[in-house]
């Protein structure tokens, strides 16, 4: 049985920090990438946003423009566990934000695993 679950998310003031984990199992992680999407709870029929992804057994990792150098991918192999260290927030980073285990692609479709999101919430 697959599982994919987020934890972390809350409330932060602009410029603030939040750091969100993601526990994965249940499948060979060896071969997948954890990625973070966000979505607009105000946009329900849009497709999430793609935020930042990592190559499980490479490390290899990829961010959207917006976040570079405020946000980080890190993962822990012996934990199973994905993080994503959220610093200099922003009100705009505000969503309800995603875990995936997939294919490492920026592409919400490549991702087959889902977690059931937590909310963010940055305050100006």
């Known amino acids: 049985q697959w599982l994919v679950a987020e934890s972390g998310g809350g409330l932060v003031q602009s410029g603030g920090s939040l750091k969100l984990s993601c526990g994965a199992s249940?499948?060979?992680?060896?071969?997948?990438?954890i990625g973070w999407f966000r979505q607009d709870p105000g946009k329900p029929g849009k497709e999430r946003d793609f935020?930042?992804?990592?190559?499980?057994?490479?490390?290899?990792?990829y961010y959207t423009d917006s976040v570079k150098g405020r946000f980080t991918i890190t993962r822990d192999n012996i934990k199973n566990t994905v993080y994503l260290q959220m610093n200099g927030m922003k009100p705009e980073d505000t969503a309800v934000y995603y875990c995936?285990?997939?294919?490492?692609?920026?592409?919400?479709?490549?991702?087959?695993?889902w977690g059931q999101g937590t909310q963010v919430t940055v305050s100006s």
């Open positions: 935020v930042a992804t990592i190559n499980w057994s490479r490390g290899t990792t």
């Open positions: 995936a285990a997939g294919s490492l692609t920026t592409r919400a479709r490549d991702y087959a695993y």
């Open positions: 249940g499948f060979n992680l060896d071969r997948s990438a």
